[in-house]
């Protein structure tokens, strides 16, 4: 079966470091999607590219994280400087940009900003 | 009041019962639904598309109810492997503009032996 690859699975590291993720999407799929999952807040939408452009990153505090797809194999969401708040599990999807057509998610990465 | 609302649970049924659970939406130019479930420390699956007739898949039923707003998810015989977290997700226009896809917080699912 097709997966979207995360990585790294797990990361820790002390506030103000630059936190990069990594994400690869089904091939074929056009539409990427970057999420965050706390419990308090439940799963945020932080931001959305179809053909590698960005459509809506407007859940993404912009000061400090930013989300890019240099290829149509690669997604990546960065954090700098990164502080304690931002510790969380964050989901890359990917889908086909058709109606109906469900999200695969990725295993997640889980970070934790000392 | 948030664009889409669950019920956070958490249900506790004995295995071998049927349990339902909603979904609310407040956008009504919504138009795709789908449920997903998610294990504990796991990523979201997806477990079923919602269409507007309804459908089924073994003993998951899925239900959409556009006048009054709400999607619903049936278990029939539930199983103990059916615990998990259930997540409804509404889309305004599917995929292909920049709509917003809201997730639910989700609905704890838990079925005791």
């Known amino acids: 079966d097709a997966r979207v690859t995360q990585t790294p699975r797990h990361k820790v590291t002390e506030m103000g470091q630059e936190v990069t993720m990594r994400c690869q999407p089904i091939?074929?799929?056009?539409?990427v999607f970057w999420y965050r999952q706390t419990m308090m807040q439940g799963l945020e939408l932080l931001a959305y590219?179809?053909?590698?452009?960005?459509?809506?990153d407007s859940g993404m505090p912009k000061d400090r994280f930013s989300a890019e797809m240099p290829d149509a194999t690669l997604a990546t969401l960065k954090i700098q400087p990164s502080e304690p708040r931002d510790s969380a599990v964050y989901f890359c999807?990917?889908?086909?940009?058709?109606?109906?057509?469900?999200?695969?998610f990725g295993d997640g990465t889980r970070l934790s900003i000392l | 009041r948030k664009e889409v609302e669950q019920d956070p649970g958490p249900f506790n049924v004995p295995e071998g019962a049927t349990v339902a659970f909603n979904c609310t939406y407040s956008n009504s130019a919504s138009q795709s639904f789908f449920w997903y479930r998610q294990d504990c420390r796991k990523e979201p699956k997806l477990l079923m598309s919602v269409y507007s007739s309804g459908n089924e898949d073994g003993r998951f039923t899925a239900q959409l109810n556009r006048a009054s707003q709400y999607i619903s998810l049936l278990i029939r015989d539930s199983k103990l492997s059916d615990s998990a977290t259930y997540l409804c997700?509404?889309?305004?226009?599917?995929?292909?503009?920049?709509?917003?896809?809201?997730f639910g917080s989700g609905t704890r699912l838990s079925i005791r032996p």
């Open positions: 091939l074929g799929h056009n539409t």
């Open positions: 997700v509404v889309a305004a226009s599917g995929y292909s503009s920049a709509s917003k896809i809201i």
């Open positions: 999807a990917s889908g086909l940009a058709m109606s109906n057509q469900p999200q695969h």
């Open positions: 590219f179809r053909n590698r452009a960005p459509l809506d």
